[in-house]
């Protein structure tokens, strides 16, 4: 999931489109929910892993991921959202 959000990324920063922008930081959200739900799906079954010696491990990473999560989520909300509520409306 990663490597597709950066060939996406990298490939706008070759030829950069501005109506690209909020779609690549919404795969980048949409990864880190990805991200998220798969691990709390495997650390809650533990079906053939024991998580006991990894859990202070696994709890940072989620943290982490988790982190990284509102700070993007707050760059679409500053960037994307709350910036059209500041613009002006256009006068004929």
């Given at each position: 999931i990663?490597?597709?959000v950066h060939f996406v990324m990298y490939?706008?920063?070759?030829?950069?489109?501005s109506w690209a922008r909020p779609f690549i930081t919404s795969f980048q959200l949409l990864q880190f929910v990805a991200v998220?739900?798969?691990?709390?799906y495997g650390f809650s079954s533990q079906g053939c892993y024991d998580y006991s010696a990894v859990t202070?491990?696994?709890?940072?990473c989620q943290g982490v991921v988790?982190?990284?999560?509102l700070l993007f989520l707050?760059?679409?909300f500053d960037n994307y959202i709350a910036e059209k509520k500041k613009r002006p409306e256009k006068k004929d």
């Open positions: 990663n490597a597709l490939a706008h920063y070759a030829k950069p489109v998220l739900s798969i691990n709390l202070k491990e696994w709890m940072y988790f982190g990284y999560f707050k760059f679409y």
